[in-house]
């Protein structure tokens, strides 16, 4: 009988110990990116409970608009913001 000859990897044996290197770097940072991303997507934003708008008209034929808002944090609290602005017309 012939002897067979042995087989012949592919890839030498040089490259395929770069390549598990490759892959165990690559581990860390792949769970590292899913943390970060996971991180942000848990925080959410703040949440909008109410939104008030009013506009007056004066008689001089100004514009006043009055916005008040109320959100809520993540965390809980709760914030109040109140805007105030005044248009006046032009005088020709």
Request: overall charge positive; proline content about 8%.
């Amino acid at each position: 009988m012939r002897d067979r000859p042995q087989c012949r990897s592919v890839v030498p044996p040089r490259r395929l110990s770069n390549m598990k290197q490759i892959k165990m770097v690559k581990l860390p940072v792949i769970v590292a990116m899913s943390a970060l991303a996971l991180s942000f997507v848990t925080v959410g934003c703040d949440r909008e409970i109410s939104k008030t708008e009013s506009t007056t008209v004066g008689s001089d034929g100004s514009v006043k608009t009055k916005e008040k808002t109320v959100t809520e944090s993540p965390d809980g609290t709760v914030k109040q913001t109140e805007t105030k602005k005044t248009t006046t017309p032009d005088k020709p």
